[in-house]
């Protein structure tokens, strides 16, 4: 199951630090909220195009640009009827709609576009070193694999039911919806458990790391942990050291 959009490519953008392409995300949506000129929105909108092919990512970036473009298309359409509706008309309603719908999509794109070359643990990295508190970048990195988990599980349980012979696309809206309620609690379950995992992980990764750099070593590491003299495997028993095997001494 793939929980990120990364691309695997060696392109320049790939080797960039992660801070760099944070910084540059930054500035690119602060320069998108500044101007709201149809013409100036459309050429970031094809800079970010030449970007992409830059990255070798350009397909996959044009899938996410379909479906990032009929977000835009709704705010290019809400807009117009939300300023006819306050009294206003003629054609700048109409440029006020695109300007609105290029800058929503611009900055979606911006941000796939970054995902696409960046790795989670990288972009995590990046903030960690910009100095954001790490009980923010751990929640951002579950965010990162729990969204695209619960996706992934909500397909899986939905087509295993199909095969099964229920039909989701009949009848009214409040008939499907019924439909789905019984599914919440096997996609929860799934997608709880695969982000479980990532949690265990990054909790022993943070205890290894800390120890190291709190200069404790494997003792350090071992005490932290909880596990200084009463580790009980054979390896340990033979190496004469509570808690550390002789392989590793």
Known sequence: MRLTVFVDARSVLHRLDPRVKLAVLCLFCVGQLLFNDPV???????????????????????????????????????????????????????????????????????????LLISRTEEILAGLGRLGMPFPAVFALGLTFRLVPALLATANHVVEAQRLRGLRYDEGGLITRARRYVPLLVPILAGSLGAGGQGVRFRSSARVLHGSAHAGAGLDGVIARAGLAGRCHHPAVARSGVPGIPRAVR
């Open 40 to 114: 100036f929105l459309s050429w970031s909108f094809l800079a970010l195009a030449v970007l992409a092919a830059l990255g070798r990512v350009l397909k996959p970036y044009l899938v996410g640009t379909f479906l990032v473009v009929m977000i835009g298309g709704l705010s290019f359409f809400m807009w117009p009827l939300v300023l006819r509706m306050r009294g206003f008309g003629g054609p700048e309603i109409w440029l006020y709609g695109a300007g609105m719908g290029l800058r929503v999509t611009n900055i979606l794109l911006m941000g796939l576009l970054v």
